[in-house]
Nanobody, 121 residues
Framework: QVQLVESGGGLVQAGGSLRLSCAAS????????MGWYRQAPGKQRELVAT???????KYGDSVKGRFSISRDNAKNTVYLQMNSLNPEDTAVYYC???????????????WGQGTQVTVSS
């Protein structure tokens, strides 16, 4: 069983910054990638950023140049530094981990409970 614990959400004014953290725990944990997705009211969940164990990062178009993802493999923790926030960034942010299932050599997605980020204008 894999658990993802998120922290760092909250309320911030436009132009401000926030840093999200997500720690994964579980026995014999092998993680291929971790990342963040977000979902605003009435909208579909969308990619914010992901990062592989090797450090390859991918960003959603709307956050490129403003957000930065990083990872501590030893701690199975991923961070999302969010700068120049605007009201359109308001959403619930979900941590995601792609876990390797060694028995079947397959992958499985796990999700955190979500953390609210609200940007006021």
């Amino acid at each position: 069983q894999v658990q993802l614990v998120e922290s760092g959400g909250g309320l911030v004014q436009a132009g401000g910054s926030l840093r999200l953290s997500c720690a994964a725990s579980g026995s014999d944990l092998r993680i291929a990638a971790m990342g963040w997705y977000r979902q605003a009211p009435g909208k579909q969940r969308e990619l914010v950023a992901t990062i592989t164990t090797a450090g390859t990062a991918k960003y959603g178009d709307s956050v490129k140049g403003r957000f930065s993802i990083s990872r501590d493999n030893a701690k199975n923790t991923v961070y999302l530094q969010m700068n120049s926030l605007n009201p359109e960034d308001t959403a619930v942010y979900y941590c995601n981990a792609v876990v390797v299932l060694t028995a079947t050599l397959s992958f499985r997605d796990y999700w955190g409970q979500g953390t609210q980020v609200t940007v006021s204008s």
